[in-house]
């Protein structure tokens, strides 16, 4: 099959729309949505606050938590609510791809919670998790070295990479490596690498390169998103 | 020669660079990476001479010694009280920092603070892993009787307060409500009457929302005088 465009027409290196807003639940301490497509993940920070069991407490600096679920209604087969296999594991990788720009520190024997829920799923759920939870985190107030962003590369054609893959693209016949990854957009550091198919090296490192790319648009959005939040002081300030 | 990036009380998200070169010196809420000075928070530059810092916009109260604060009996034990700030972090009052008068061994701890009781108290003490003590030995600190406790963001307590307490004076003096503002962020209000406290608790609202407009202070006066 040739495959000169995707499935909706965008060109291969595009991205969806995508939409972050800052400070939407009001009981938390801090919070953000972040929509890339029809994917919406919404993020909600709780903390620094008290841990218990008090074994899990670290004393030299604190700890994050975080916690990722779909909501039951977000796919197209109703899920059955609560935690599953595949939601332990995206908390695990998220919380390792958000810890290393947090600076804990200054809080010892305390957590960091962070809750991201899935209102809408259309692939790349992960990822836009990921954006979420780092606007949120610092909505919060906890310092943080960089904003984290994060995207998924796919393969089809068997060599043709493709940015941000959606629903119908994940589902084509024909081996899609699906590749989520985070990054640091200031250092290019990678801090979650996942990959599910089958893909050459070279199509890695080309996957790699082009979701840097991606994550300098998903970190200006990100930027904006922040800066309205508070812009509104700032503005005044003028 | 160093060069700097951002303008004073400018807009910043964590890891946008705030200044080049060695020249700037890092404070609170910014680090050194390399050769550049990089923001750690959401917050608003302050540049004073060569030192850069970030004066964060939200954020939880992080206990310092030496600070005034407001917090609640949260536990009563054998010799003292756990007080609780707002913040991840309790603390302890002693039996022996707690009066000066002489409790017995034993004595019901509850006739002095009772659970849920409001406290001025002051941090004398804090260690690396955040355990905190407190002292009820100063001026002004003591249990709060009466009036109503309001909690605003920490970072925002300096405005609150004003020059030289000049905000809060006017708030005080407008009003006629006694005021405690506790460095956690909560502000004890007590009037005569309701409206009184009312009026009160607005403008210190106006003051934490708008805490960074020029011209806060004949703001506060204009709302103080006229209600609007």
Redesign the interface.
């Known amino acids: 099959m040739a495959y000169t465009k995707r499935t909706d027409g965008r060109k291969f290196d595009e991205l969806r729309e995508m939409e972050a807003k800052v400070g939407i639940i009001k009981s938390a301490?801090?919070s953000a949505m972040f929509r890339v497509g029809k994917t919406i993940a919404i993020a909600a920070v709780r903390?620094?606050?008290?841990l218990y069991p008090k074994f899990k407490q670290d004393?030299q600096k604190g700890v994050l938590r975080c916690n990722y679920d779909l909501m039951s209604f977000s796919v197209t087969e109703r899920k059955r609510p609560g935690p599953s296999r595949r939601s332990q594991e995206i908390s695990l990788v998220t919380e390792k791809a958000l810890l290393p720009?947090l600076?804990l520190d200054?809080?010892?024997?305390?957590v960091v919670d962070v809750f991201i829920t899935i209102v809408q799923a259309d692939a790349g759920t992960r990822c836009a998790g990921i954006n979420a939870a780092s606007l949120a985190l610092?909505?919060?107030?906890?310092?943080?070295?960089?904003?984290v962003c994060a995207v998924a590369t796919g393969i089809i054609n068997e060599d043709k990479v493709i940015v941000d893959v959606n629903k119908e693209e994940e589902d084509l016949e024909g081996g899609l490596a699906d590749t989520p990854m985070a990054i640091?957009?200031?250092s290019g550091e990678v801090t979650l690498l996942q990959m599910d198919g089958e893909a050459s090296k070279e199509e890695i490192l080309e996957s790699i390169k082009l979701g840097k790319r991606a994550c300098e648009q998903i970190y200006r959005v990100q930027?904006d998103a922040?800066?309205e939040r508070?812009?509104g002081?700032?503005d005044?300030?003028d | 020669m160093g060069e700097l990036k951002v303008k004073e009380k400018d807009l910043v998200i964590p890891g946008e660079i705030l200044a080049e070169g060695m020249d700037y010196l890092p404070s609170t809420g910014t680090f050194r990476e390399g050769e550049h000075i990089l923001s750690s928070l959401v917050g608003l530059t302050y540049i004073s001479g060569r030192l850069i810092k970030v004066i964060p916009l939200s954020g939880k109260y992080v206990p310092k010694k030496d600070d005034m604060v407001i917090g609640t009996v949260k536990n009563i034990t054998l010799n003292g009280w756990i007080i609780e700030l707002g913040g991840p972090y309790t603390g302890m009052l002693t039996l022996k920092e707690a009066s000066s008068d002489f409790i017995e061994r034993g004595a019901d701890l509850s006739q002095y603070f009772d659970f849920g009781d409001m406290l001025v108290t002051k941090i004398v003490n804090i260690t690396k892993s955040k355990i905190i003590d407190f002292t009820m030995k100063g001026p002004g600190l003591r249990k709060l009787k009466g009036g109503k406790v309001i909690q605003i963001t920490p970072s925002k307590v300096p405005r609150v307060i004003g020059k030289q307490g000049s905000m809060i004076s006017m708030i005080k003096e407008s009003t006629g409500c006694r005021v405690i503002i506790g460095q956690n962020g909560r502000v004890w209000i007590s009037g005569n009457k309701p409206e009184e406290e009312l009026k009160a608790t607005r403008a210190i609202m106006i003051i934490e929302q708008e805490s960074h407009t020029e011209g806060l202070t004949d703001k506060i006066k204009n709302f103080l005088e006229k209600g609007v």
């Open positions: 301490d801090g903390g620094p606050r008290d004393s720009v600076e200054n809080f010892p024997n305390a610092a909505d919060a107030g906890i310092p943080m070295k960089d904003l640091l957009p200031r930027r922040l800066k508070y812009g002081m700032k005044a300030a």
